[in-house]
Every structure is written in C-alpha cells, then in structure tokens.
C-alpha cells in the first residue's frame, strides 16, 4: 500500500487551494505534475486540464492513521466555482435587460432562446469535463500505482492493473428522448441563426452577431455529441 510520504513526492509546486493558485492554473496552462497542498491526513492535488484549463478538478487524497491511502475523491476547483455563478449570473442579468427594454413578446422569445443556448453549452461543457477529468483521473492512479512499485521490487513483474473497461450505455432511453427532442430543435434553431445572420431586421442591428454566436454554440453541441456517439460505439466494440 502505498503512504502518504511516497504521494506527497508528486507535488512539485507545493501551494495551497485559494482562489488565486486556481486562477493562474486555469488561465495559464500549467503542465506541471502535480501542485498540491499537503495537509496533516490529506493531500490536495492538481494541475490543469488541456483543452479545459478552467475545469479541472482538484483530488482530494485521504490517509487512515498509519498514513495509507484510503481514498480518492474529486471536487471543482475554486475558479471553476466562481465561473459557473458568473455565468449564471451573466444570463440572468441579460434575460432581465430583455425583459425590460424590449416588447414583452420579443423578451419571452429571447429568454427561451437564451435558456436553450445555456442548457446546450452546459451539456458541450459537461460532456468535455467529464473526459478530461477521466483522463487526468487515469493519470494519477497510474502514478500512484508506478510510486507503490519503487517502494515494492517484488511487484515490478507483476502486470499494471488494468483500468475496467466496461460499454457506455449510450442509447439509454433518456439519451434517446433527450436526442429526439433537442436534435429537431437544434436545427431549427441553426435555420433561425442562419436567417438572422443573412436577412437581419433593420431595427434589429445585433441580430447579426447574435446569430453567429448561436450558430457557434448549438453547432458545437451537435458536433460534440455526434463525435462521442461515434466514440463510444467503437469503444464498445473494441470491449465486445
């Protein structure tokens, strides 16, 4: 089993968990392996993801009394907190300035479509932080995992433990309501985007801008999706 005094060998940047440390690992891209914070019966490790600097996950290492590894946990780093309520505090504020200084009809469309918007670029993201945590997941086990075989010669021999495979459920009866549902609509919507951007209303000017950034989110959800469908049925078959 391997101590804690072993994990703590990965720190390379030994600082603590504040809103600041996050901010330049997210915002500046931070290959290093691992920062962290040691604490008396934990440790708090780290480093940022690469497509998703802002969402990595900080994990959380516990040790029983005798200073083994008990266990593993993950949770959102401060800046990943802070963002999400931005962001949600950004569409609420933009949903109440329609509200207030556009027709009330005009308004209710606008907030529908900003909601939807928000829902597909909160699943865009979901989607890419759950890989992204996976593969960061893998990459300490497996670090942990080479620090236990330093400190044991006799299991140098002895084969990595393989990570289990196991089929993504990917047409579960949710997926495919949920698919069935936001598909037609997401093309409608580009339909929408598209006819803002090349026939804008004169008393609309931001239509324009409006129907690019639209077609820039809900084509990335439809891109994303499309691709880890794909993805998900060759690794199927490859565990078949």
Not at 61 to 78: A, C
Not at 167 to 184: A, D, G, N
Request: glycine content about 4%.
């Amino acid at each position: 089993m391997v101590e804690k005094k072993d994990i703590e060998k990965l720190i390379i940047q030994n600082k603590k968990s504040t809103l600041k440390n996050h901010w330049n690992d997210a915002f500046f891209y931070n290959t290093t392996k691992y920062s962290g914070e040691i604490k008396p019966n934990e440790l708090l490790i780290w480093r940022s993801a690469h497509f998703l600097r802002r969402a990595y996950p900080i994990f959380h290492l516990t040790f029983n009394q005798d200073g083994e590894l008990n266990g593993i946990k993950t949770e959102k780093n401060l800046y990943h907190k802070l963002l999400n309520k931005i962001s949600i505090g950004f569409f609420i504020v933009l949903a109440l300035v329609l509200l207030f200084t556009t027709e009330f009809k005009t308004a209710i469309i606008g907030i529908i479509g900003i909601t939807i918007i928000g829902i597909l670029l909160h699943l865009v993201m979901s989607k890419a932080k759950k890989y992204e945590t996976k593969i960061l997941t893998d990459e300490l086990k497996d670090a942990i995992e080479n620090l236990e075989r330093e400190n044991n010669p006799e299991l140098i021999n002895k084969p990595k433990t393989e990570l289990k495979k196991e089929k993504v459920k990917e047409w579960t009866f949710t997926k495919i309501l949920t698919r069935l549902l936001l598909y037609p609509f997401c093309l409608l919507m580009l339909y929408l985007c598209i006819l803002m951007i090349l026939n804008p209303e004169s008393h609309y000017p931001r239509q324009r801008p409006l129907g690019i950034i639209g077609i820039i989110i809900i084509g990335g959800y439809l891109v994303a999706d499309i691709m880890i469908i794909v993805k998900n049925i060759i690794k199927n078959k490859n565990y078949s």
